[in-house]
């Protein structure tokens, strides 16, 4: 039990340190100039722009997400950290299903029930704020009392293999997240596929200066990974200016954007 529990403690708090730091650095979210159409932006742009129009609005999520992250990562300050984060999962995992996100919403779920299940486990500590002390005292001798059984032996202690085949499986499991995780801020922190697209369509003989960027949105790879995008560009002054869709793509957050194809759109 302790073992599950250490884990649920490990994905929580390295999961929401990363969300945290993207935020922090600026990632993550859309900031600095874009429109909104109802009739063409899809709800998770409207989310990331909201919360993008303040940057320091953004990096105050961010600190919501990291210094709880990091108190989850002490025994003695675990139980703070999962009751910071717990309406910060909860509140996380509505938006996304009510705004329509991808399949991310479903780790935020699990986050969510992760995060539940730490606050549950340390329910000795919370009953305090819930009862007053005398009925504290007294569940806590009915739980001595029905733990306490005189006939068990001392059981002795057990090899020194079980704790360290723990620290190897829990070393195989922080590297299996820390992989995707610095993807994820790698992807975050640099830049967009903005540029790579406008420096296409440069490349094909369209004026620099008549370009401007109308909107983009990822198609493909929520996590970092086979990652494809859409940008939107708008070539041309007038009242009806050439819109034209670049299709671009990312193998992981340690590439650069590269287009793959351009096309007007109707």
């Known amino acids: 039990?302790?073992?599950?529990?250490?884990?649920?403690?490990?994905?929580?708090?390295?999961?929401?340190?990363?969300?945290?730091?993207?935020?922090?650095?600026?990632?993550?979210?859309?900031h600095g100039d874009w429109v909104i159409d109802s009739r063409t932006t899809d709800p998770t742009s409207l989310v990331w722009c909201f919360f993008g129009y303040s940057p320091v609005y953004a990096r105050l999520i961010g600190l919501g997400e990291f210094i709880p992250g990091l108190l989850l990562l002490f025994p003695r300050t675990k139980t703070l950290g999962a009751l910071a984060l717990l309406p910060v999962t909860l509140n996380i995992t509505v938006m996304d299903?009510?705004?329509?996100?991808?399949?991310?919403?479903?780790?935020?779920?699990?986050?969510?029930?992760l995060t539940v299940t730490l606050v549950a486990s340390d329910y000795r500590k919370l009953r305090p704020i819930f009862w007053d002390d005398a009925r504290v005292d007294r569940l806590d001798r009915l739980e001595q009392q029905t733990a306490a059984d005189p006939s068990r032996a001392a059981v002795p202690a057990t090899p020194a293999t079980r704790p360290r085949l723990t620290w190897i499986v829990l070393g195989v499991m922080a590297l299996v997240l820390l992989v995707p995780l610095g993807n994820l801020i790698a992807i975050n922190v640099t830049?967009?596929?903005?540029?790579?697209?406008?420096?296409?369509?440069?490349?094909?003989?369209?004026?620099?200066?008549?370009?401007?960027?109308?909107?983009?949105?990822?198609?493909?790879?929520?996590?970092?990974?086979?990652?494809?995008?859409?940008?939107?560009?708008?070539?041309?002054?007038?009242?009806?200016?050439?819109?034209?869709?670049?299709?671009?793509?990312?193998?992981n957050g340690g590439a650069a954007w590269q287009a793959v194809g351009v096309e007007r759109a109707e």
């Open 1 to 30: 039990m302790r073992i599950a529990l250490l884990l649920c403690r490990l994905i929580v708090a390295l999961a929401f340190i990363t969300y945290g730091l993207v935020k922090i650095l600026g990632g993550q979210f859309y």
């Open 97 to 113: 299903f009510c705004f329509g996100f991808p399949a991310v919403k479903y780790t935020s779920l699990w986050l969510s029930i």
């Open 191 to 251: 830049p967009g596929p903005e540029k790579a697209a406008l420096a296409h369509c440069v490349a094909e003989g369209w004026n620099e200066s008549e370009l401007s960027v109308r909107k983009w949105r990822r198609t493909r790879g929520d996590w970092g990974f086979g990652m494809e995008a859409e940008v939107e560009i708008a070539a041309g002054d007038g009242d009806r200016p050439t819109v034209l869709r670049v299709r671009l793509r990312r193998p």
